[in-house]
C-alpha cells in the first residue's frame, strides 16, 4: 500500500514537471516569432536614412552652387524657407525623397515589399509638427522601420521610414 502511493506520486510530479516544460517551450516560440502587424527596428533601413540625410537636393539658400543636403532641406521646409531658384523647399523636399526611396526600394504587389510610409515631423516640448509625409503601396502586414534624428533648438526633426511586407 505504501509503494503505491510513492508511484502515484512520483507520477504526478512526472506530468507537472512535463507540462511546465511544454508551456516554456510555447511560451518561448510565441515571444520570438512576430505578429503579423509587428514592427522590428532595422540598422538597414536607419543606415539609409542617415545615408539620404546626406544627399544633396537641389536647393541652394544663400547662394549658387551651395546645395542643401536632405536633412538641412527638412529643417529650412520647417521653417518655410524658399530657395534661390524660387522653389519651394517643401516642394524639392518632396521630390528627393520620393527620389531617393523609390531608387532604393523596389515597393510593389509584385516585389517583397509591399509599401512604405516616409513621415517628418518636428517635436518641441509640446508641440509637434508634420514637415513631410509620403505613402506608396500597401501596408497590411509585417513593418520594419527605423527613425533618425536631428536637432533643431529648442526640438528635434524625427523621420521616420517603414517598409510594410
Given at each position: 500500500m505504501k509503494k503505491r502511493g510513492?508511484?502515484?506520486l512520483v507520477g504526478f510530479v512526472v506530468i507537472v514537471v512535463l507540462v511546465a516544460v511544454i508551456f516554456l517551450v510555447l511560451l518561448?516560440?510565441?515571444?520570438r516569432k512576430p505578429g503579423v502587424d509587428s514592427k522590428q527596428e532595422s540598422i538597414e533601413i536607419y543606415q539609409f536614412l542617415e545615408?539620404?540625410?546626406k544627399h544633396?537636393?537641389?536647393c541652394a539658400i544663400n547662394y549658387e552652387p551651395n546645395y542643401l543636403e536632405a536633412g538641412e532641406l527638412i529643417e529650412k521646409c520647417y521653417e518655410g524657407t524658399?530657395?534661390?531658384?524660387g522653389k519651394d523647399s517643401c516642394l524639392v523636399l518632396n521630390s528627393t525623397f520620393v527620389l531617393l526611396i523609390d531608387n532604393s526600394w523596389k515597393v510593389g504587389e509584385q516585389y517583397p515589399i509591399k509599401g512604405?510610409?516616409?513621415n517628418s515631423s518636428y517635436k518641441g516640448n509640446e508641440t509637434s509638427e508634420e514637415i513631410l509625409s509620403l505613402r506608396k503601396g500597401s501596408c497590411s502586414g509585417s513593418v520594419r522601420g527605423s527613425e533618425y534624428l536631428i536637432p533643431a533648438f529648442p526640438g528635434m526633426i524625427v523621420s521616420t521610414l517603414r517598409l510594410c511586407y
Open positions: 510513492q508511484e502515484e518561448a516560440i510565441f515571444i545615408g539620404a540625410m544633396t537636393s537641389e524658399q530657395c534661390l531658384d512604405y510610409v516616409f
